[in-house]
């Protein structure tokens, strides 16, 4: 699997000082939106035997065990828009949210 991690987020990760990013799913918890959507944490994951783990340039990506891909390519970019949901200053390409 490739993981492409555009450079607006190489540098903020940087900028925080931070290692890690745990890509996750689930439901929020408003009802406009009654279906998964996909959730990014700087931090390590609760239960890391949750996820798949990949490492690449001094990162630590975690990958939500059960996530299914459109093909073999992730991309992390900075979220265009605002949400008002923690954890969506990212969009992340590639998962399939079913």
Same mark, same amino acid.
């Given at each position: 699997m490739n993981i492409i991690i555009s450079k /607006?987020? /190489?540098n903020f990760l940087r *900028?925080?000082? !931070?290692?890690?990013?745990?890509? @996750? =799913? /689930?439901?929020? =918890?408003s009802c406009w939106s009654p279906r998964p959507e996909i959730f990014v944490s700087l931090e390590e994951p609760e239960v890391p035997s949750n996820y798949k783990l990949y490492n690449m340039d001094n990162l630590n990506i975690y990958l @939500? =065990? /059960? *996530?299914k891909l459109e093909n073999d390519t992730i991309t992390i970019d900075m979220s265009e828009r605002? =949400?008002?949901?923690?954890? !969506?200053e990212f969009d992340i390409h590639g998962l399939i949210l079913e």
């Open positions: /607006e987020v /190489e *900028a925080c000082g !931070k290692r890690n990013i745990t890509i @996750y =799913s /689930e439901i929020p =918890s @939500y =065990s /059960e *996530a605002v =949400s008002d949901l923690a954890n !969506k």
